[in-house]
């Protein structure tokens, strides 16, 4: 009998070669930064979140709200294997008259929010969240937010509202991996330090290693870190992990492979697979 | 047809309607939330909150958080009525409106108070003369400018009610009641005055000036002009255009915006497209930063008064 913990890395796996295997069908995608998240919305849906396709239509549901739309094939990933829609669905990503288009939307069924302009998941997030204070509702919103979109300033605004309004049901999770479409974060517009940043705000934060399944179960468990505050995750992870050719590349960002490059990563993730069973 | 003046009584502003129909409908219903940007007092909505503490947000000013914040309250259900200048609502957080409001299809009601020239003489940062031009590009969402107390009412009561987003906008000038035969309903312009001459198509708060040209033209030219208060700019009452065009008459349109995108070229648009070839004149702000002046004079000046389109009148028909 496998562990939780067995059982999630090797979701973890077969997620990346989901992402990959959909991404080179669409010709299209966020490689990179989908294979970044994947390890916290693996966690996030088959651990943390309340939500399943039976309970979608809930008032009482957890919601989770990705603000990095781009990153929608790890999402769509996750949400086949929720059950929310048939994997095969996914074959059609991108394609013509497909609903499953590049960004997430509520045509696809488990989407909370049509997003993909940057900047703009941490309000919907602080919205729903003030609903659930208003109507004393149990449910928690979590969010995931690029490293990249934080220079947006609609984020700030957000976070200024989540402490001012003591929203402890809100988690918002960056993904941290340091990479965005034209260079390093840093280099590009610096936004550390990020934990005081957000403490001087009035969250609570976190630093996790955002590949850590044990570490981020435990992390999310504790969620709010504090009563009376938003909680921020500050998951640090390589851009294109699980794939060695192409972690902490800038071309993966929305680099798609070509048959070769395919074939490699598919027999990397396949011993990577074998290595957990053996 | 009315031969008199139709204008009965000068009566309050349409933002106090708003702030008034709005602490009617909480009263019975604690779903209605008010979500606003420091503009509470300039919203008139001090006695709401003070009414209904546990229904309404600050969230200071930032006008994007105001709109991605009114948006996730209604994703839960909430009928919520996000609230400011419209200046700063329809142009900051233009994005937020798009893929939050319209594109997520969250039915928040968007309030532009102050709108058009309202803000008078502070200036063209305050004004908002592009809204309609580029709300009417957005899918999914009903564009209003009630035109008197009566429309204002309707408008607030009937968009808490509906389940897809709505921008209503009005300015905080007293405006007098107009009356009609035809109810308010969203995307059916209501007749104010028949005649068989000319037809005015007019929004907000130059309906009444156009009114008033009205009565001026056939008090003085013997003119038959019927008057649309027109306040649902999309969707447009095709229906009632066509029928308007259809009998000939010459079309002028009135509005507090750029003459550019608004009401008068959506007219237009579906005028031509539709082989309804009228005379046909478009009255608004032109495309420029306003005169300074209070909201009067500026009309005043852009000639959106009785005097003025009047006098566009009879340049139209040649008199
Ligand atoms: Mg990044």
Redesign the pocket.
Known sequence: MMTDIQVLKRKSVEYRQKILKYIVNAKAGHTG?SL?CIDILNVLYNHTLQVSPDTFQSPDRDRYIQS?GHTVEALFVVLADQGFFPESDLETLCQYQSHYIGHPTRKVAGVEQNTGGLGHGLSLSVGTALAAKMDEKAYRVFTLL????LPEGSNWEAALSAAHYKLDNLCAII??????ISGS?SDVMNTDPLDKKFEAFGWEVRHVDGHDLEQLKNTFDQVPFQSGKPSLVIAHTV?GKGVSYMENQLKWHHGVPDQEQYSNAVEELKLALEALSA | MLETISVLTETKANLDVFSETLQQLAATDKDIVVVTSDSRGSGKLVPFGLKFPQQIVEVGIAEQNLVGVAAGLASTGKKVFAVSPACFLTARALEQIKNDVAYSDNPVNLIGISAGVSYGALGSTHHSLHDFAVLRAIHNLIVVAPADNYETEEAIRQAALLEQPVYLRFGKKPMPLLESSTPFEFGKGRIIREGKDLAIIATGETVYPALQAAEKLEREHQLKVTVVSMHTIKPLDTSLLNEIAGSGMPIITVEEHSVNGGLGEACASFLLQNQKQVPFKIMGIPDEYTVTGSQAEIFSHYGLTDRGISEATLSLLNL
């Open positions: 930064g970044s990095k690029g490293d990249g979109e993904d941290k991996n340091s990479l965005q974060t851009k």
